[in-house]
Structure formats: C-alpha cells, structure tokens
C-alpha cells in the first residue's frame, strides 16, 4: 500500500477515543476524508499505515489517488466524540446596536495591551507555543472580536492548524486559544476573516497538498451566528500555488 500516491478512505475525519479501538469507521460527520499512505517524498510519520491524514472531499492534487476494493461495506462504527470549543460556547446572538457606542472623536480612548494568544500551560499540540503566526481579526455583529492565526512548530510543518480566541462585547480579557480550523496533516499558512456588515463572516484559509506553504488551494467557510458554526470548507481556488500572497 505505500508508494506512488496517498489513497482516498471513506471515513471521516474525527478524533478517536483514547480506548482501544477495533475497526473503527470515523465519523458520522466532518470536513475531511481521511487518507493514507504516501509517496517516495513523503516524510516516515505520515507514510505510515497507522497515520490519517487528510484531505477535502473536493480536492484534487497529484499527491492523491485510489484503490478500487470490491467486498461489502464496513458496518458502521463511529466512535469520534465532539467537543465545542471554547470560542463557540454562550456566544451573545443579538445584534449590537453600534450607535449607543458611539465614541467622539475628539476624545482620546487609551488601553493597555490585551492579548488574544492566550493559551493553556504547556500548549505542545495541537496548538503550540513555539510558533504563532499570520493573524486575521474581524469584529462580528454581537460586537465581540474574533481573531484566529496558525500555530506550529515550523512554518513549512504538516502540524500547522488554526488557532481561534474571542474577545466578548464588554469583557477585558479574550477567551482562552483553542482550534478552529484544520485540514489532518496539511499547511494552512494564510488566513483571512472579512464581516460583510450585515450578518455573514467569512473565513478563507490557505491549505496545502503536504508541507509547502507556497503551494496552497484557497478554501472559504461562511458562519451567521457569529462565529458559533461555520459551513462547509469549499474550495474556491483549485491552483496550488502561492495563494497566501494573491
């Protein structure tokens, strides 16, 4: 099974309980396919069979094929727990009315430094102390901040995900970092979030086909609940090229 390219799995890509498993089917629901394997170039802690990486259902790249295996459909075996993250709890769903908040401008507003990579002790993955990068931070309609960014242990690295905190409408201090975005095993170098000014918030990201970040798709998600839940990534830039600088 190793050599040539990476083959497509069925499963869905989700964490696995701590317990042993056996045969296990992934998911009930995700964002990503797993997939295995690897080519000549592919470095030993992704080759191996026990590895998942990952990869959207509409990707297509030269790293990436499949098998045709004839026999009867595993029995469904999900077993990956769901966890809300941090930024997406007891989030406000009303409309900040931005008027009643209005500042003068000749009034000179002074803050100390608030800072939104708050993370916990010790943080060695899946968010990382060592490296946090490349920014983007939007307000949303409730009025919070939404700030996200990567995190990993070298920039070029597959360990990269996203990194999310919120700074809530009134309070002094952002929520503490937790994950946002990934892709199992790829670079996710540029990230962007843009609010339309009405209700929807955007969230592009760059992801790779291994560990280039100069070779990148660009994917875009859409949330209108201020950030609590986030559509489907779907690919809007096929082209694996340097899309973090386009």
Request: hydrophobic share 35%; with cysteine; net charge positive.
């Amino acid at each position: 099974m190793h050599g040539l390219v990476e083959e497509w799995c069925a499963d869905w890509y989700g964490p696995y309980p701590s317990s042993e498993q056996k045969d296990p089917t992934g998911a009930l629901k995700g964002y990503a396919r797993v997939t295995r394997g690897g080519s000549h170039s592919t470095g030993l802690p992704f080759l191996r069979s026990a590895n998942r990486l990952g990869a959207l259902p509409e990707t297509r790249s030269f790293l990436i094929g499949f098998r045709v295996v004839k026999a009867e459909n595993p029995k469904p075996n999900p077993n990956a727990t769901s966890v809300t993250a941090k930024w997406a709890t007891g989030v406000k769903q009303n409309k900040l009315n931005w008027k009643k908040y209005k500042v003068a401008k000749d009034v000179p507003v002074f803050e100390t430094p608030k800072t939104y990579t708050r993370f916990p002790k010790g943080s060695n993955g899946p968010i990382y102390l060592i490296h946090n990068h490349e920014p983007a931070l939007s307000v949303m309609p409730n009025g919070d901040l939404f700030a996200i960014w990567f995190t990993t242990t070298i920039e070029r690295g597959r360990e990269m995900v996203v990194a999310a905190s919120r700074l809530r409408h009134g309070a002094k201090e952002w929520d503490e970092a937790d994950l946002f975005f990934k892709v199992p095993d790829r670079n996710h170098t540029g990230q962007a979030l843009w609010w339309d000014g009405d209700k929807t918030i955007f969230h592009f990201s760059g992801v790779g086909s291994a560990d280039d970040w100069k070779k990148l798709t660009i994917v875009m998600r859409t949330s209108t609940d201020n950030g609590v839940t986030w559509t489907q990534p779907e690919i809007i830039g096929h082209e694996y090229r340097r899309n973090s600088k386009r």
